[in-house]
Nanobody, 115 residues
């Protein structure tokens, strides 16, 4: 599965960004799609995930601020990020998993939140 992220950039604290992840396959057939992030000097962490039926999960630090969604027609995964904080600064990666295609990663997109 080929994944291409876009939408990262520099934003002030309290601002918003929407990340997109274009996929090479029908997203309606992917078991789990997710966004991870990795800040300098830290381990990569799961930010949000969405299942094939649209069920979503979020890490505690982004609940109420981030929304994960997908558009099966456009074959695209999204992450709407509101009320951004400097601690959200990281490289954000798109990820997919299913049992017959395995795990795939995008190249990452940088998000920088200034205070």
């Amino acid at each position: 599965v080929r994944l291409v992220e876009s939408g990262g950039g520099l934003v002030q604290s309290g601002g918003s960004l929407r990340l997109s992840c274009a996929t090479s396959v029908n997203t309606a057939t992917i078991s789990v799609m997710a966004w991870y992030r990795q800040a300098p000097g830290k381990q990569r962490e799961l930010v949000a995930s969405i299942g094939i039926a649209g069920n979503t999960r979020y890490t505690d630090s982004v609940k109420g601020r981030f929304t994960i969604s997908k558009d099966n027609f456009k074959r695209t995964l999204y992450l709407q990020m509101n009320s951004l904080k400097p601690d959200d600064t990281a490289v954000y990666y798109c990820n997919t998993y299913d049992t017959w295609r395995g795990t795939s990663w995008g190249q990452g997109t940088q998000v920088t939140v200034s205070s």
